[in-house]
């Protein structure tokens, strides 16, 4: 599987954006698929993931109720859809894959296939 995330740009604050995350090969149905965050002078971290089986979602308590994790399994894309965004959120968001248990669905080390990243910038 190859991952291509795309939507990022510049928004003001209280704004919104879509994310997508394409993937290639067919064995995108095997993966959990996460999104996670790096702002400058930051460590990676955490934003959402969707679980596989039963399509479970977690977020990190700094998006939680402002931005949905959702997948399209006919068009192997992911989406991550961030409304009443704030200048905090920026930072270049990363679609990630793995076929991780529940314990490591929220860490880096729970996914094998990052894509390219894509820049989100919130304006004050």
């Known amino acids: 599987v190859q991952l291509q995330a795309s939507g990022g740009g510049l928004v003001q604050a209280g704004g919104f954006l879509r994310l997508s995350c394409a993937a290639s090969?067919?064995?995108?149905?095997?993966?959990?698929m996460g999104w996670f965050r790096q702002a400058p002078g930051k460590e990676r971290e955490f934003v959402a993931t969707?679980?596989?089986?039963?399509?479970?979602?977690y977020y990190a308590d700094s998006v939680k109720g402002r931005f949905t994790i959702s997948r399209d399994n006919a068009k192997n894309t992911v989406y991550l859809q961030m409304n009443n965004l704030k200048p905090e959120d920026t930072a270049v968001y990363y679609c990630?894959?793995?076929?991780?248990?529940?314990?490591?669905?929220?860490?880096?080390?729970?996914?094998?296939?990052w894509g390219q990243g894509t820049l989100v910038t919130v304006s004050s």
């Open positions: 990630a894959a793995g076929r991780n248990i529940l314990s490591t669905s929220t860490t880096s080390r729970g996914y094998t296939i």
């Open positions: 090969g067919r064995t995108f149905l095997s993966y959990n």
């Open positions: 969707r679980r596989l089986s039963g399509g479970t979602t």
